[in-house]
């Protein structure tokens, strides 16, 4: 499973677009093939920062089949107006933690 973060900067007076426009995005996810499922947090101290978290099968669903579908058109067309700077994405993938390791607080 590949983790997909992307830092999403909003112009400060379409907030609330951003987010109506993100909702109703969540539909075009939905249905991506190999996307598991998706989520939008905005960050506490700057309201216009925004995370979006995605959970894909493969990396190859993301990178090549939805990057080259028409929703990934489709969520641009919606977000784009509002957003104060290009989209940062990036892919993580699980690394081995060892057993025994105690977390640290």
Not at 27 to 39: T, V
Not at 74 to 87: C, D, E, K, N, S
């Amino acid at each position: 499973m590949i983790v997909e973060v992307a830092r999403i900067d909003v112009k400060p007076d379409a907030i609330d677009a951003f987010v109506a426009a993100a909702a109703a995005g969540k539909k075009i996810f939905s249905e991506a093939e190999g996307c598991l499922s998706m989520e939008v947090r905005q960050c506490v101290e700057h309201p216009a920062s925004f995370r979006m978290i995605v959970l894909w099968r493969t990396l190859e669903d993301h990178t090549v089949t939805f990057r080259n579908s028409e929703g990934v058109k489709a969520w641009r067309a919606a977000i784009g107006p509002y957003l104060a700077a290009p989209v940062e994405v990036l892919n993580f993938d699980r690394v081995a933690v060892q057993a025994g390791t105690p977390l640290s607080h």
